[in-house]
T-cell receptor, first 111, second 114 residues
Framework: KQEVTQIPAALSVPEGENLVLNCSFT??????LQWFRQDPGKGLTSLLL?????REQTSGRLNASLDKSSGRSTLYIAASQPGDSATYLC??????????FGPGTRLSVLP | GAGVSQSPSNKVTEKGKDVELRCDPI?????LYWYRQSLGQGLEFLIY????????KSGLPSDRFSAERTGGSVSTLTIQRTQQEDSAVYLC????????????FGPGTRLTVL
């Protein structure tokens, strides 16, 4: 059974810092991995999707990497801003077409 | 519409009543998922529809929960005889398919059972 974990559970950083969020999964037979952000009381917004054949994806200040063999993905946020404060979730898509989500990392960027 | 929509955005009901939650996926998306997110918790998978195939109901927590998808588009999640532990945000997502399989989420329905 696929299990997804995220470290740290919560992170607080001053504005301008670069930071890394970690996602680990137990079964490497995944179709893709997707990173989301969730603002309080809101739905999930897709940030980046990495196919199993890819190693990284970039969008603006965000970079996500995937090491399928070791069951790890990282989300790198450069020059963090207070507007980046949110909960960040990773989800893996198994070949059975079911998604498994991590518990999330709650990020606070202090001005 | 441009994205996934859900209605109502908020629903307050009394214990024992039935509720219906609606999801309108992105046009053309063949797959649709329902999740539940309790306060401070992660996302819990409930049910998955893919085209005309039988839905994957493995995540439904009890037989009080059911869902249908009419015409391969709009989906309704029904909770019968609601209990206080059913209080949560119910999220719907549709899948882009076409070998990308990216999920797009709706804003959710916040259900409160008194």
């Amino acid at each position: 059974k696929q299990e997804v974990t995220q470290i740290p559970a919560a992170l607080s950083v001053p504005e301008g810092e670069n930071l890394v969020l970690n996602c680990s999964f137990t079964d490497s037979a995944i179709y893709n991995l997707q990173w989301f952000r969730q603002d309080p009381g809101k739905g999930l917004t897709s940030l980046l999707l990495i196919q199993s054949s890819q190693r990284e994806q970039t969008s603006g200040r965000l970079n996500a990497s995937l090491d399928k063999s070791s069951g790890r993905s990282t989300l790198y946020i450069a020059a963090s801003q207070p507007g980046d404060s949110a909960t960040y979730l990773c989800a893996v898509l198994n070949y059975g077409q079911n998604f498994v989500f991590g518990p999330g990392t709650r990020l606070s960027v202090l001005p | 519409g441009a994205g996934v929509s859900q209605s109502p955005s908020n629903k307050v009901t009394e214990k024992g009543k039935d509720v219906e939650l609606r999801c309108d996926p992105i046009s053309g998306h063949t797959a649709l998922y329902w999740y539940r997110q309790s306060l401070g918790q992660g996302l819990e998978f409930l049910i998955y529809f893919q085209g005309n195939s039988a839905p994957d109901k493995s995540g439904l927590p009890s037989d009080r929960f059911s869902a249908e998808r009419t015409g391969g588009s709009v989906s309704t999640l029904t909770i019968q005889r609601t209990q206080q532990e059913d209080s949560a945000v119910y999220l719907c997502a549709s899948l882009s398919g076409r070998a990308v399989n990216e999920q797009f989420f709706g804003p959710g329905t916040r259900l409160t059972v008194l």
